[in-house]
């Protein structure tokens, strides 16, 4: 069966800008999970979507946003981009808990 | 809350030597464990999983036993190979919070030939 999807692999974006990052689930994984990763500050938790609702917040700025459609894609946002927003977004999705995350392969961003 | 401390790398091996990474854990709760496998320029990969005391989750000849005493999920190998180079995060779940995973800052394994 096909994989998390991400899309797109790699951007590019200037300070400023904004970003729509897409996330296609495993079919049938009502959860949607999104982490920054960064070389200085590892795996951070930015999301969590399941059934439309956000169900979990990490500790990031109000810049950051998602959203999750009724065929359980996942899209998130980055309104007004700094430098230190650089970073590989990882999509995950999950059936439950104690099924573990399949992850996408990430999408590269990087603010210029 | 709940958090995942896991052994700083980076660690350089030998092909065929033994590996261990260490990870301990805190949580509320009855956490599911896991391991996770990243290779450059790609996403995490589960490695491995266990989901309640004693569980041994294995793979690709991988282990680690979910040690509830000690609190601790250490992942080993008895003999690594090149190909296993990779960045290794150790992580947990409960289904107290939905499904938000705790991930340790991961370990980076070098294995020269």
Redesign the interface.
């Known amino acids: 069966k096909a994989g998390v999807t991400q899309t797109p692999r790699y951007l590019i974006k200037t300070r400023g800008q904004q970003v729509t990052l897409s996330c296609s689930p495993i079919s049938g994984h009502r959860s949607v999970s999104w982490y920054q990763q960064t070389p200085g500050q590892g795996l951070q938790f930015l999301f969590e979507y399941f059934s439309e609702t956000q169900r979990n917040k990490g500790n990031f700025p109000g810049r950051f946003s998602g959203r999750q459609f009724s065929n359980s894609r996942s899209e998130m946002n980055v309104s007004t981009l700094e430098l230190g927003d650089s970073a590989l977004y990882l999509c995950a999705s999950s059936l439950a808990a104690n099924y573990g995350y399949t992850f996408g392969s990430g999408t590269r961003l990087t603010v210029v | 809350g709940d958090s995942v401390t896991q052994m700083e790398g980076p660690v350089t091996l030998s092909e065929e030597a033994f590996l261990t990474i260490n990870c301990t854990y805190t949580a509320t709760g009855y956490p599911?464990l896991?391991w996770?496998v990243q290779y450059p320029g790609?996403?995490?990969?589960?490695l491995l999983?266990a989901?309640k005391a004693d569980d041994k989750g294995s793979n690709k000849g991988f282990e680690a036993t979910y040690r509830k005493e000690t609190t601790s999920f250490h992942l080993e190998k008895g003999s690594v190979q090149v190909s296993d180079s990779a960045v290794y995060?150790c992580a947990l779940?409960?289904?107290n919070?939905?499904?938000?995973?705790y991930?340790g800052?991961?370990t980076s394994l070098t294995v020269i030939p």
Do not use: A, I, M, W
């Open positions: 599911s896991f996770y790609e996403g995490l990969q589960l999983k989901t995060f779940s409960t289904s919070t939905g499904n938000q995973f991930f800052t991961g």
